[in-house]
């Protein structure tokens, strides 16, 4: 299955800045999904990006807010905008599915905003 | 998408057998289940799935009975690293939206 380098692992960010994190797959995949997980909740989809087209944001989520962006197959970038405390989480990314071996994530990111 | 339930927590100690039942009425014909588990400060990791009887594999096993309405994950022998959360998913196999419910979190004792 694909393996998934994300970075950075945790960052801690000052209120109104932005941070931009990073996901690089080792092999080519069509589809990758930025999740949001708050400290011992479930994942939560932020948006769906392909390559060349615009990404696909869930309910709740906006592109000002959380801009994506995926210049090839096997690189995606997430983006959280004017940062406030509410946005302290986690986030990972997700590549696409190996038939066999399900979808693989990305270590996560721990955000905390100060 | 179906949606699941399954219990928030378990408890276990070593070398026993975990069972998780997740419920999930909803199942439509084409879904499949599928179950991750997540370690603290990782992303969820793909353990199994199936569609219809029993898929066992390295790490686990999972039975589904004849109507599908729920499923189990067992997992033999557990060790102290089998702490983790466990997630049940229902859908199509090339559904790229995974949904994830609650979870089970599984303490797994000496």
């Known amino acids: 299955s694909a393996v998934i380098s994300q970075k950075p692992s945790r960052d801690i960010c000052q209120r109104g800045t932005s941070l931009t994190i990073q996901c690089q797959v080792d092999?080519?995949?069509?589809?990758m999904f930025w999740y949001r997980q708050q400290p011992g909740q479930s994942l939560t989809l932020i948006a769906t990006?392909?390559?060349?087209?615009?990404?696909?944001?869930e309910s709740g989520f906006v592109i000002d807010k959380f801009p994506i962006s995926r210049p090839n197959l096997t690189f995606s970038t997430l983006t959280v905008s004017n940062m406030s405390p509410e946005d302290s989480s986690i986030y990972l990314c997700?590549?696409?599915?190996?038939?066999?071996?399900?979808?693989?994530f990305g270590s996560g990111t721990r955000l905390t905003v100060v | 998408l179906a949606k699941t339930t399954q219990p928030i927590s378990m408890d276990s100690y070593e070398g026993q057998e975990v069972n998780i039942t997740c419920s999930h009425n909803?199942?439509?014909?084409?879904?499949?289940i599928t179950w991750y588990q997540q370690f603290p400060s990782q992303g969820p990791r793909f353990i199994i799935q199936?569609?219809?009887t029993k898929v066992t594999n390295e790490v686990a096993s999972l039975f589904i009975p004849a109507d599908r309405k729920s499923s189990t994950l067992s997992l033999p022998r557990v060790s102290l690293s089998d702490t983790a959360v466990y997630y049940c998913?229902?859908?199509?196999?090339?559904?790229?939206?995974?949904?994830f419910g609650a979870g089970t979190t599984v303490t797994v004792r000496a």
């Open positions: 997700s590549g696409d599915r190996d038939s066999n071996y399900g979808y693989t």
């Open positions: 092999s080519q995949v069509t589809m």
């Open positions: 990006a392909n390559q060349g087209s615009e990404a696909t944001y």
């Open positions: 909803n199942i439509a014909t084409n879904d499949y």
């Open positions: 199936g569609y219809k």
């Open positions: 998913l229902v859908g199509l196999p090339r559904d790229y939206k995974l949904s």
